[in-house]
């Protein structure tokens, strides 16, 4: 079963965040960039990729099978701009993880159909880290969805420490933060705050 704590890079936290993070205990990372070029955003996954494999956390990429692939990554995470599970799932092999986003039971059961081996559902809770997304479906959206599927639920948007209870309670499996995260003072205390709240020792 995929990890419950999922770190998602920011653009302030860069590598060093990363570094903390899997020092304090991320099982899973997942490398999202939306600026730079091409050349760039494979060199940061490929450094990201190396981190982890050095301390057995899994790498996620997000949005690009094409990067995932090329750093040699775990999995790729996809949402609805992104290509299709399917045809992720068809360049990517039987062996790569592969995440979708969801928020609502409908999506989310099509989303396994299609080949999920987890789902990113959200938001949450209200956030500023990402632009335009609706409004947050807090627990009971969350718990709304994981009834519904028989994957690993990763709640997802704005999630703090405070709300990992209630989230776990919804039926999330784990959760996936960035700013609680990768934008802390402290990321590596905030990764092991945020593992003994989800019962990881
Ligand atoms: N997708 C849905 S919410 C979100 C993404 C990428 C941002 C989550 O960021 P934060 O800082 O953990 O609220
Ligand atoms: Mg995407």
Known sequence: MIGRLHVVTSADGGLAAVRAALAGGAP????RTKTGSDR?????AR???LLCRADRALCIVNDR????????????HVGADDLPIEVVRRIAGPAHLIGGTARDPVTAAALV????????????????????LPDPIGPA???????????????IGGVTVDRV????????HGVAVVSAVSGAADPAAAAAEFLAALDVT
């Not at 081996?117 to 500023?128: H, K, R, S």
């Not at 209870?165 to 999330?172: C, E, Q, S, V």
């Open 165 to 172: 209870p209630a989230l776990r309670k919804a039926g999330a």
């Open 65 to 76: 099978v094409d990067l995932a692939l090329a750093a040699r990554a775990d999995g790729t």
């Open 113 to 132: 159909t299609a080949g999920a081996d987890y789902l990113g559902v959200g938001p949450a809770f209200a956030t500023t880290t990402k632009d335009g």
């Open 40 to 44: 760039q955003r494979y060199a940061f």
């Open 141 to 155: 959206g969350v718990a709304a969805v994981a009834v519904a599927v028989r994957v690993p639920v990763i709640a």
């Open 28 to 31: 899973v990372v997942q490398v």
């Open 47 to 49: 450094e990201v990729v």
